[in-house]
């Protein structure tokens, strides 16, 4: 089942954007122009326990903050309330952002949030950070990957949603440079025992302006690497969170004609405070 198919592109017309921003593993200079471009245009931040004092200070102040952390045995919100404050703040602000430490789809819970909103029709666009993972592991000088002593990553959480530790039974699998072998791909996984119709997303130019995403199935990705191979660097993911891949086209178009209304409604409202600062 594709997870998108039952979201609208049609966005609630009087809710603003809700921007999922990544904040980095905490040094300031980490964050990326994208995020800090979003930290600087909100109208509220709601932040979360872990993001440093250094980026605290980075918001507007005439922001509206919210701290909503989670620690671990310390909650000052719940999940639920949280997704439920994302609304309502969309409701009241042009421009709101949810300011995560790491990445926020990476054991960031930004997926729950994401699908949330749009299952309310909010427009959400996803500002990706650079993960604890990545940070801390350059922090002590560790390659996480390496050509002779480690060729792939395993990443994962060490407590369940329950707050214990199980390994993981459905993992997503990334697979870069993987256009030429997708047939050899394909078979593994399935004959690890993966089912056929587990969902695969293909990704072509990913953050760029031609960017295409392509949805199938592991049965079907032989065919559609070969279909879209000429297209430009591609990356594959393998997973049942594969299906919340955006149809490229008509959501691409769709969001930045939101995003060009949201800039100009943003534009309205400082020049209208100038005026009457002026005044």
Do not use: W
Not at 140 to 165: E, V
């Amino acid at each position: 089942m594709n997870v998108q198919a039952q979201y609208t592109s049609n966005y609630a017309p009087d809710y603003g954007t809700v921007f999922l921003v990544g904040a980095g593993p905490g040094d300031p200079e980490l964050l990326t122009l994208k995020a800090m471009k979003a930290i600087s245009q909100a109208d509220c931040v709601l932040y979360d326990a872990l993001i440093s004092e250094e980026i605290l200070e980075l918001i507007p102040q005439q922001c509206t903050r919210i701290h909503v952390g989670k620690r671990c045995g310390e909650h000052k919100m719940g999940q639920a309330d949280i997704q439920t404050l994302l609304v309502s703040c969309a409701k009241k602000y042009q421009r709101v952002v949810r300011l995560k430490g790491g990445d926020p789809f990476i054991f960031g819970r930004g997926g729950e949030e994401l699908q949330y909103l749009q299952q309310r029709g909010i427009h959400t666009e996803i500002v990706p950070g650079i993960s604890a993972a990545v940070g801390c592991a350059a922090a002590a000088q560790i390659p996480l990957t390496h050509r002779h002593l480690g060729n792939a990553l395993l990443m994962q959480s060490g407590h369940s949603q329950y707050g214990d530790f199980e390994l993981a039974d459905n993992p997503t699998r990334v697979f870069y440079m993987g256009r030429k072998h997708a047939g050899a791909i394909s078979a593994n996984l399935l004959n690890q025992g993966l089912d056929e119709h587990t969902p695969v997303a293909l990704i072509v130019n990913g953050t760029l302006k031609d960017q295409q995403v392509f949805n199938g199935t592991l049965i079907e990705l032989p065919d559609m690497a070969k279909q879209y191979s000429g297209n430009g660097p591609m990356m594959m993911i393998v997973g049942e969170v594969a299906s919340f891949a955006l149809a490229s086209a008509q959501s691409a178009q769709s969001s930045h004609q939101h995003s060009n209304n949201q800039q100009s409604n943003h534009q309205d409202k400082q020049n209208s405070q100038r005026q009457q600062r002026v005044a």
